[in-house]
């Protein structure tokens, strides 16, 4: 069986000369590395005590719903601005060339909650941050983030070093 790197699609000078863009969509198109993606981010929670499992948009919906189906667990999506229809609470964070803002329903996460944030990549770290910050403030915990890849040269951990972070494939560049 393959390991779960050699499903990776690597592409060079992307967005910019000097980048490695690692692309997700060659695991996505690929029914074994798919399966083994998503039993290789639940294994990460093998003796974690969770009570809810929230995705930031878009992969780590991807990814977060088959493991909160496989948990039995409820899902909880953490939406870009202006796409959820109940009242929300928003964070921003910031991004390479300006900010972003990303919303949770008020009534996703309730008092004493213990939960798992999940997505496809962590590189500066500042969307799981600013959904981990919108959790806390609805009073849930964060027990546990875990990534399919990391970029470790981008340094995203410094920002997430108060959680149990977890990353399958970790990349030491950028």
């Given at each position: 069986?393959?390991?779960?790197?050699?499903?990776?699609?690597?592409?060079?000078?992307?967005?910019?000369?000097?980048?490695?863009?690692?692309?997700?969509?060659?695991?996505?198109?690929?029914?074994?590395?798919?399966?083994?993606?998503?039993?290789?981010?639940?294994?990460?929670?093998?003796?974690?005590?969770?009570?809810?499992?929230?995705?930031?948009?878009?992969?780590?919906?991807?990814?977060?719903?088959?493991?909160?189906?496989?948990?039995?667990?409820?899902?909880?999506?953490?939406?870009?601005?202006?796409?959820?229809?109940?009242?929300?609470?928003?964070?921003?964070?910031?991004?390479?060339?300006?900010?972003?803002?990303?919303?949770?329903?008020?009534?996703?996460?309730?008092?004493?909650?213990?939960?798992?944030?999940?997505?496809?990549?962590?590189?500066?770290?500042?969307?799981?941050?600013?959904?981990?910050?919108?959790?806390?403030?609805?009073?849930?915990?964060?027990?546990?983030?875990?990534?399919?890849?990391?970029?470790?040269?981008l340094e995203g951990r410094k920002k997430l070093e108060k959680y149990d972070v977890a990353s399958v494939i970790r990349y030491e560049g950028k």
């Open positions: 069986m393959k390991k779960i790197e050699e499903y990776v699609r690597s592409i060079p000078d992307f967005p910019e000369p000097g980048i490695i863009f690692r692309d997700v969509t060659s695991i996505l198109q690929d029914a074994d590395g798919l399966k083994l993606a998503i039993d290789s981010m639940q294994d990460c929670l093998k003796d974690v005590d969770v009570d809810v499992i929230v995705g930031t948009e878009s992969r780590g919906f991807i990814f977060g719903m088959p493991i909160a189906y496989n948990l039995h667990k409820p899902f909880v999506p953490v939406r870009k601005k202006g796409k959820l229809p109940c009242e929300t609470i928003s964070a921003s964070y910031d991004l390479e060339y300006g900010k972003a803002e990303i919303e949770i329903h008020k009534d996703a996460i309730k008092p004493g909650q213990k939960v798992v944030i999940i997505d496809d990549l962590i590189a500066t770290g500042g969307t799981v941050e600013a959904a981990a910050k919108l959790i806390e403030q609805l009073g849930g915990e964060v027990v546990k983030i875990v990534f399919l890849m990391e970029l470790a040269g």
